[in-house]
């Protein structure tokens, strides 16, 4: 499995053009993408981060971290996830870090999504999908979700995320219409960001199979 996050967290670097802004993802397949993107440090403007996780290891590499807010729009956004559709439809957010990755990919030109073979499904939702709500409305937007989904919320007890919120993982799921529960969801008060990347799916996917396949 490391060896299929590795695989496509390598690939992504022929994405990356001289000059570029790169946004940057997090998690373990990021990782990889981000040591490969040491190699090639001197030829980038820098990058967006979507965590400390992140910016730390860029910064670890001699990677300047840029503020969101100086950069508009951004060419690239390179990030994992926990599953992908044949839409290119994901849930993401096993990291807590789903809030600022969907800025990010919605800033971003092209957003090109590095996974391993385990992460492709024909149906979302096996994956428990996170949701990041404010603290005090964690329990409100649990009883919401039973009430609009039949999905079982469990509270992610002790991770808070960078935004100093909660993360609720919503198990049982099948989600055949991923837009539309994207956008039931986020309209529950209280609920920050929901793991569900649908209605800005991914544009480019990068498995890191055996052969490494492009999509
Ligand atoms: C973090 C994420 C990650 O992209 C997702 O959890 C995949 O992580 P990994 O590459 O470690 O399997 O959404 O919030």
Known sequence: MSEGKRLAGEKAIEFVEDGMIVGV???????????????????????????????????????????????????????????????????KGGGAALTREKIIAEAAKTFVCIIDPSKEVEVLGRF????????????LVAREIVARTGGHPAWRQGVQTDNGNWV????????????????ELNQI??????????????????????PVVVR
């Open 189 to 210: 008060p209280g609920v920050v960001s929901v793991g569900l990347f649908a209605r800005r799916a991914a544009d480019v996917v990068i498995v890191g199979g055996d």
């Open 25 to 91: 993802g997090t998690g373990s397949t990021v990782a990889f993408f981000i040591d490969a993107l040491a190699g090639i440090r001197d030829r980038i403007a820098g990058a967006v981060s979507s965590s400390e996780q992140s910016s730390e290891r860029l910064r670890g590499h001699g990677i300047e971290v840029l503020d969101l807010n100086a950069c508009g729009p951004i060419p690239l956004y390179v990030d994992g996830a926990d599953e992908c559709d044949r839409a290119k439809r994901l849930i």
């Open 128 to 139: 428990p999908l996170p949701i990041e709500v404010i603290p005090m409305a964690r329990s």
């Open 168 to 183: 609720l993982d919503i198990h049982g799921l099948a989600i055949t219409d991923p837009v539309s529960l994207e956008r």
